[in-house]
């Protein structure tokens, strides 16, 4: 096998795909060569999962479509299972090991090394620490998947399809959860497979990322292929503008309200192991962000809100009143909503509708006679449906089979349906793509301005300073800082999350 | 193109219905006096404690959980029921038996929903509980009904052809379906069993959804009691025995997710209905008695694996 530089191991032309209710490619086409990163951009539901779901054998394009051919011949992969062997690997949005078996069982799973009737279980952990050890990672191959990080898991996956002796590896929105510094070492092993003549698939909303490491970029739009660039001849505005017909001006409006009376103030909140002595306060007409690492107790504070977890002690007062949260009621009663992190997990109930997700927590408001108004529920829908640009057949889709994104904003509307006094946003904008992003950051800025509250919590260091009137970072489960106004640049909060106990603010 | 996808359609979510009247069917060919009118009303008197029953237990599944102390808990309400009826008349017995299916609901409920307890193993607990004190209470003894009253026509009587009992099961049948797919309840009960976590985050109090569905069942198995004592115009130990059985085959041939999360009341009924076919049909060809059991343990399993092959196909789609 002659691994070329500048032969393609994987050309798809013409592919269409038709889902019930949704031409979700038409005449799609992608080319990728021995060693080159190639960037796959595109709105929510433009279909970039979709066609890598094809390539991976995990459905077939319909039947008028072109060809796929890898490493000189046609293919048609009738299962993931096929197209591993061949060596395209797949690594999902979604991730999905076995959450219960260890590293070296998951990477092997389905062909455990034999030792005569018995898994050769010396094998099969030796090797899957070399494998492990080649990628520079830390992890052990015994460890059990279920008690790593997310970006630990991803990169068990990654190994896996290298052990699988992969040609082409597909990274479907890799970094969503990643930390910086987790973003970077998976860039590192990017390069390293690169480096030994691996196509590489990346999908990502995240443009820097793009810049940063793709050789060509391929854009998606309504599943048509608009734009086909070499990274280095082109800037961000052109991918844009390919992506969603327009340029985008201003990404990051703020709340530019007075902010009014106090809605929230948080004293001296204490989850043992978990976080410190929280306070803080927000007030009408404000956006207030929540800086920190991934894992520095940002989201379970937030829990602690919403009457999730139970705190140790410390007081919670809501229009200046001491009050009790004692579950998520509770906090909807106080008029708050809680968009979470986790969107399958705790955003959506995946295997029902769209409709049944966004009226979801607002059934006891609006019933009549105890019987659910499917009219207004109908009403609210279609609302947040046009005011969100949700992408979706129709409101009895169900949310699993939405796009990633669109999954996103059927969560957001499921809350702001609510009309919260209280809006906490835990990343919202994960997966989201760059115009949808900019139109959650105006609707964030709206909001904030007819009156809400909003706590923000994000990783993203331009998002949180662009959108925020006022900033609190958190290092270790502990405030470390407080930032307002010109105090707010990226020295001051870069300082203030890298702050250990011994040294912070009192 | 769109009609014939339609009815595709159609046919695919009444394939329960098709099955039914198959079976029916099949053993009126088998043999003559099947599809006679008498056999037909007797079909239908059985199917009605059976018919509420499925009806609490559809909820229960559908929370994603199981309840195997029904059986147990008919008979503990047969015998508190004669006994009872013959005491105090007909309406306090009545209510005080609807009390005791909702308390056994209760306590299952709560272990199961709020100490988080697996639902197999504490309604597995909850039948010993039951049968023990069904024997306490009937000390062993059969109850027969004593004092002649309008009770007997519950499970007996008939207005025109049909009988008191169908209509009530229609009426609860109608009741629940209601509860399931238009009221606030029945949305969260949905919820609840395809993703708990979620509506934890949404104001949803899943524990007491959980706890609700087993109060219900209780009930369910009250009133099936109530017309299974009155329709026999006696009590037993063992009247229950095995029923958890009967309305757990029903609920699955019905569609019911095992797993939870989607179900269908009506469905559940025809379900019950072709499981009471089935053993009339039996009897009515001649089978042993006993050859029943296995021929309604292979049904379970047919359903159970129809009922897995149509999750695969869900999710290859996804
Ligand atoms: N299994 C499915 N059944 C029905 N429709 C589907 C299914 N999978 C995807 N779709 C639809 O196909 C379209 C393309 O979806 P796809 O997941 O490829 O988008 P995407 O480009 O990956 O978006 P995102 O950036 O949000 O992840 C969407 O409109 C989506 O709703
Ligand atoms: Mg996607």
């Not at chain 1, 395209?88 to 455990?112: P, R, T, W």
């Not at chain 2, 005491?87 to 308390?103: E, K, S």
Request: proline share 3%.
């Amino acid at each position: 096998m002659s691994d070329n530089k500048n032969e393609y191991v994987l050309k798809m032309e013409n592919i269409n795909k038709t889902f019930p209710g949704v031409k979700a490619l038409s005449g799609a086409r992608l080319e990728l060569k021995y060693g080159e990163v190639l960037a796959l951009c595109g709105e929510n539901g433009a279909g970039k999962s979709t066609l890598m779901q094809i390539l991976a054998g995990v459905f077939p394009p319909d039947k008028e479509s072109g060809e796929i051919v890898y490493q000189g011949k046609p293919v048609q992969f009738k299962t993931p299972n096929e197209a591993k062997k061949a060596g395209i690997i797949m690594v999902y949005q979604e991730l999905s090991l076995v959450k219960d078996l260890s590293v070296a069982e998951n990477i092997f799973l389905g062909s455990l090394p034999m030792k005569g009737k018995h898994v050769d279980w010396k094998t099969l952990n030796q090797t899957t620490q070399k494998a492990l050890d080649e990628l520079g990672s830390p992890i052990r191959a015994q460890q059990i998947v279920s008690s790593m990080p997310i970006a630990y898991q991803q990169m068990v996956e990654i190994a896996r399809g290298i052990a699988l002796g992969a040609k082409v590896l597909i990274l479907d929105e890799p970094t969503s959860s990643l930390t910086e510094k987790e973003k970077n070492s998976l860039f590192k092993i990017i390069r390293l497979l690169k480096s030994r003549g691996i196509g590489i698939i990346y999908i990502s909303h995240k443009m820097d990322e793009i810049f940063e490491i793709s050789d060509r970029v391929l854009v998606l739009r309504d599943g048509q292929p608009t734009g086909n660039f070499v990274t280095s001849e082109i800037t961000l505005d052109d991918v844009i503008k390919s992506m969603i017909g327009r340029t985008l001006d201003n990404y990051y409006p703020k709340c530019q309200a007075k902010a009014g009376k106090e809605v929230l103030r948080v004293e001296k909140l204490t989850l043992s192991g978990i976080y410190k002595d929280v306070s803080f306060s927000i007030r009408e007409r404000e956006v207030v962000g929540f800086y920190g690492l991934v894992g520095a107790g940002r989201t379970e504070i937030m829990e602690t809100l919403f009457g999730i977890r139970k705190p140790d002690s410390g007081d919670i007062y809501i229009n200046g009143e001491k009050s009790r949260i004692a579950s998520s009621l509770d906090a909807l009663k106080n008029n708050m909503g809680f968009v979470t992190e986790n969107r399958r997990g705790q955003g959506l109930v995946v295997d029902k509708s769209c409709l049944e997700n966004v009226s979801l927590a607002m059934l006891p408001w609006i019933k009549k006679y105890g019987m659910v108004d499917n009219k207004k529920c109908l009403e609210l829908y279609n609302e947040y449906h046009d005011k969100l640009r949700i992408s979706s057949p129709g409101p009895e889709q169900r949310v699993g089979f939405l796009s990633g994104g669109n999954q996103q904003k059927v969560v957001i509307a499921k809350w702001l349906a609510l009309n919260p006094k209280l809006l906490i946003l835990d990343e919202p904008t994960r997966g989201i793509d760059v115009g949808s992003k900019a139109e959650i950051h105006k609707l964030i800025a709206q909001l904030a301005e007819s009156g809400v509250a909003v706590i923000v919590i994000s990783s993203e260091m331009p998002e949180i300073m662009g959108i925020s009137n006022r900033i609190y970072t958190i290092a270790q489960g502990q405030i470390t800082g407080e930032f307002s106004g010109l105090e707010i640049t990226e020295e001051n909060m870069m300082r203030a999350i890298t702050i250990t106990d011994s040294r912070k603010e009192a | 193109m769109r009609a014939i996808n339609k009815m595709g359609v159609f046919l695919k979510n009444q394939v329960i219905v098709l099955a039914m009247c198959m079976i029916f069917i099949l053993f009126s060919l088998l043999s003559s006096s099947f599809c006679q009118f008498n056999n037909a009303m007797l079909i239908l008197r059985q199917v009605a404690t059976f018919g509420v029953m499925g009806c609490g237990m559809t909820l229960v599944i559908i929370g994603g959980n199981f309840d195997l102390s029904v059986g147990s808990l008919v008979s503990l309400c047969c015998v508190v029921c004669v006994g009872l009826v013959n005491v105090l008349g007909p309406l306090p017995a009545m209510l005080i038996v609807l009390a005791v299916g909702a308390v056994s609901g209760l306590v299952s409920g709560f272990l199961v929903g709020y100490l988080k307890l697996n639902s197999m193993i504490v309604t597995l607990g909850m039948m010993s509980v039951l049968q023990a004190l069904t024997l306490i209470v009937s000390n062993g003894k059969y109850i027969p009904l004593r004092r002649v009253s309008w009770f007997t026509a519950l499970g007996q009587g008939s207005i025109g052809v049909l009988p008191i009992s169908t209509i009530i099961m229609v009426v609860v049948i109608v009741v629940f379906a209601t509860a399931l797919k238009r009221t606030v309840f029945g949305h969260h009960v949905l919820a609840v069993g395809s993703n708990a976590e979620t509506c934890r985050y949404s104001g949803i109090n899943d524990k007491r959804v959980i706890l609700e569905t087993f109060v219900l069942s209780g009930i369910s198995a009250a009133i099936g009691a109530i017309l299974l004592a009155s329709r026999d115009g006696a009590a037993q130990n063992n009247m229950g025995m095995g029923f958890e059985f009967d309305v757990i085959t029903g609920v699955i041939l019905g569609g019911t997710n095992l797993m939870g999360g989607s179900g269908n009341v009506y469905k559940t009924f025809v379900g019950m209905l072709i499981v009471a076919i089935l053993k009339n049909g039996f009897v009515v060809i001649g089978l042993p008695y006993y050859s029943q059991w296995i021929a309604q343990c292979f049904i379970m399993i047919v359903a159970v694996w129809c009922a897995n092959r149509a999750i695969q196909r869900k999710g290859e789609i996804e």
